[in-house]
């Protein structure tokens, strides 16, 4: 299995590499060169299989034999062990025909857990059999900083720093950035927003010198293995319905469009998904662009689904590339477009291609704290409002025809003002996160320039003290 930049002007690289490398050297996303496939009664195999097993064979498609069965097996079960639920991912019902895929089971109570303590196993393992170190820096809006820091503390050859946006995540997001005491990990506070970090880091794997110096990767969902690693779940929950024999519907509280994308994935793979409903906050760059066909930037705009607050989609550009043919020519000039004046237009038959697939729905701040309030009021169940998003949404595109399920993606008690204020209910943390609110926080502030941001992460970095001697 090999893997191709979307745009066209890096080398095409193994899975190894992919992983260890994040962002092409063209400033592209890697995918594969072609999608693996299941046929119909493989995919019929997964139902009632434990997550560990669905993930080792989809896993597989996507490794090739870069790795083997034996280790990679190995390297899921250690992934896995961290989420105390058994189901790794369990589905509730919340209304006929309606479902919510609860994937915020892992240490840090959000989905990213579920690729990321795989992809921090993962390149801990290839780092050590090259006998090489990494720095692995990460944007986070809130969740991706607190699921990254939790998976590579403490592991001998890599370094993390995760850039939040400073006063522009929740408490508990924050904490669990700052309060860990392992030297391997860094927090860094931009003066910026979520957008403004993730330029940060493409600038950082632009400067070659500095990518080099510090061994650079990257654990946002620029890189496959995050994406490869968030398929398993849509296999999982759709063979639990009825899959391959009844499609079934997702609704994903979207931002940076790694999520969807997965699910997205596992269509091209085989999976019979019937649609994929983008939802968004009033951050609605990607409702705004499937209705008028223009991707255009607005301002980030704080609300309750902070990790949401992402004009700047970075996934995106991987649907492009598939929407376009696999046109990487037209890819580049689109992001090219998008760099210089802060927008593009999509070719209409890119856009039809798209509206085959997807569909898209915002709710703003009212509709959001009402759904948190009424899902409790109807069910018990108190839900995040990220995943409150998507429920609103999803309500909107039902279908007697195929279940819907909803991505449930982080544990109402990373947000428990926003969820108290909407429902009455403070939820607590789990038991396992006692103390958190109490610990010693250290992070470091930086303005949201480059030279400051590498300066800093520099500081701290292994593999840059390596590099020096
Ligand atoms: C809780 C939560 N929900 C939804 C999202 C959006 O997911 P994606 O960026 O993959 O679209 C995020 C952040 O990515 C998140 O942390
Ligand atoms: N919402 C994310 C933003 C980064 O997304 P990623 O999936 O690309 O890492 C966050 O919570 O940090």
Do not use: C
Not at 156 to 181: C, H, I, K, N
């Amino acid at each position: 299995m090999r893997y191709v930049s979307t745009r066209g002007q890096a080398p095409a690289l193994g899975f190894r590499d992919v992983v260890l490398t994040g962002l092409a050297s063209d400033g592209g996303l890697y995918v594969p060169e072609e999608w693996p496939a299941f046929s119909p009664s493989e995919i019929a195999a997964f139902a009632g299989r434990p997550y560990q097993d669905v993930a080792l064979a989809v896993m597989r498609r996507f490794v090739g034999d870069e790795i083997g069965e034996a280790k990679l097996k190995t390297l899921i079960a250690d992934a896995y062990r961290s989420f105390p639920h058994p189901a790794v991912t369990p589905l509730v019902q919340i209304a006929p025909n309606h479902f919510l895929l609860e994937l915020f089971h892992g240490p840090t109570l959000a989905f990213k857990d579920v690729a990321m303590q795989f992809l921090a196993a993962l390149m801990d393992d290839i780092l050590a059999e090259r006998g090489e170190r990494a720095t692995v820096v990460g944007a986070t809006s809130g969740d991706t900083g607190g699921a990254a820091v939790e998976a590579f503390r403490g592991r001998s050859r890599v370094d993390v720093a995760v850039l939040f946006p400073e006063g522009r995540v929740s408490e508990v997001q924050r904490r669990q950035m700052t309060t860990l005491s392992e030297d391997n990990v860094q927090a860094i506070a931009i003066k910026g927003h979520f957008d403004d970090a993730q330029a940060l880091v493409k600038a950082m794997f632009a400067d070659k010198g500095f990518r080099e110096e510090v061994s650079l990767s990257g654990v946002n969902s620029i890189n496959w293995g995050r994406i490869a690693a968030q398929t398993v779940y849509y296999f999982v929950a759709a063979t639990a319905l009825g899959a391959p024999s009844r499609k079934v519907s997702f609704t994903v509280p979207t931002g940076n469009f790694g999520n969807i994308f997965a699910g997205y994935v596992a269509a091209q793979m085989g999976l019979p998904i019937d649609r994929l409903v983008i939802a968004t906050n009033v951050n609605d760059i990607l409702h705004r662009t499937l209705e008028s066909g223009r991707y255009e930037v607005g301002d980030v705009v704080p609300t309750a689904s902070p990790s949401m607050d992402i004009q700047v989609s970075s996934n995106f550009e991987r649907l492009l590339f598939a929407a376009e043919g696999r046109d990487d020519k037209t890819t580049l000039r689109h992001m090219e477009g998008l760099k210089q004046s802060g927008s593009f237009t999509l070719e209409e038959k890119s856009l039809s291609a798209i509206k085959t697939d997807f569909s898209s729905g915002r709710a703003d701040e009212a509709e959001t704290a009402e759904t948190i309030r009424r899902v409790h009021a109807q069910t018990g169940l108190v839900i995040d409002p990220h995943t409150a998003v998507a429920v609103s949404v999803a309500e909107r595109h039902l279908q007697p025809s195929s279940p819907m399920v909803t991505l449930a993606t982080a544990h109402p008690a990373k947000f428990p003002d926003a969820v108290e204020k909407a429902s009455g209910i403070r939820p607590a943390l789990p038991e396992r996160l006692a103390g958190l609110m109490e610990r010693k926080e250290h992070f470091t502030v930086v303005p949201a320039e480059l030279e400051a941001v590498e300066r800093q992460i520099r500081s701290r970095s292994r593999a840059a003290q390596v590099e020096a001697l």
